[in-house]
T-cell receptor, first 113, second 112 residues
Framework: NAGVTQTPKFQVLKTGQSMTLQCAQD?????MSWYRQDPGMGLRLIHY???????DQGEVPNGYNVSRSTTEDFPLRLLSAAPSQTSVYFC????????????FGPGTRLLVL | GNSVTQMEGPVTLSEEAFLTINCTYT??????LFWYVQYPGEGLQLLLK?????DKGSNKGFEATYRKETTSFHLEKGSVQVSDSAVYFC???????????FGSGTKLNVKP
């Protein structure tokens, strides 16, 4: 098992550009989520999904879109990047029924100029 | 609302010293509580968890007890090692809302 994989590892964007952060898991987990990690603020939930075709907003959803067409993949889209979106982004997955351990990907470091 | 508050770091200790990292929480329901550890350049890994009041989670010499009366889940280790240097996150999960809430993290530096 590869676990949770994220690509790219690092990305530089200009303000207004769009991009998609990829996340995939091979553990057949129903629950997937995206967090951003900022200094002194811990992890904040952006969006989450409890299964294919079902997504919902987390704590800080503005500026981000998600979709879940398959169990394995949960991409995060930035439609028009802003400097405030400079952060480290983590994808996580877990079995949905009892919210057991979340497995985290290695993260994507995003810099928006 | 739901939130987790951790002591601010960094915490700097000498090898074999005793470690305590404080964590308190506010929750609208009956949460499960977790400690995650993040080593440099890596994602978060589950360190230990407790799912109900008075449960004690333990792993790799770390322990934390779910205290409902004080809404706390403090992390302790009797003798830290240099390899324990990392950032530690306290978190709570509310199953009915399928959400996790994380604290801001506490950086631990252990010197030889």
């Amino acid at each position: 098992n590869a676990g949770v994989t994220q690509t790219p590892k690092f990305q530089v964007l200009k303000t207004g550009q769009s991009m998609t952060l990829q996340c995939a898991q091979d553990m057949n987990h129903e629950y997937m989520s995206w967090y951003r990690q900022d200094p002194g603020m811990g992890l904040r939930l952006i969006h989450y999904s409890v299964g294919a075709g079902i997504t919902d907003q987390g704590e800080v959803p503005n500026g981000y879109n998600v979709s879940r067409s398959t169990t394995e993949d949960f991409p995060l889209r930035l439609l028009s990047a802003a400097p405030s979106q400079t952060s480290v982004y983590f994808c996580a997955s877990s079995y949905s029924d009892n919210m057991e351990t979340q497995y985290f990907g290695p993260g994507t470091r995003l810099l928006v100029l | 609302g739901n939130s987790v508050t951790q002591m601010e770091g960094p915490v700097t200790l000498s090898e074999e010293a005793f470690l305590t990292i404080n964590c308190t929480y506010t929750a609208t329901g009956y949460p499960s509580l977790f400690w995650y550890v993040q080593y440099p350049g890596e994602g978060l890994q589950l360190l230990l968890k407790a799912t109900k009041a008075d449960d004690k989670g333990s792993n790799k010499g770390f322990e934390a007890t779910y205290r409902k009366e004080t809404t706390s889940f403090h992390l302790e280790k009797g003798s830290v090692q240099v390899s324990d240097s990392a950032v530690y996150f306290c978190a709570l999960a509310l199953y009915n809302f399928n959400k996790f809430y994380f604290g801001s993290g506490t950086k631990l530096n252990v010197k030889p």
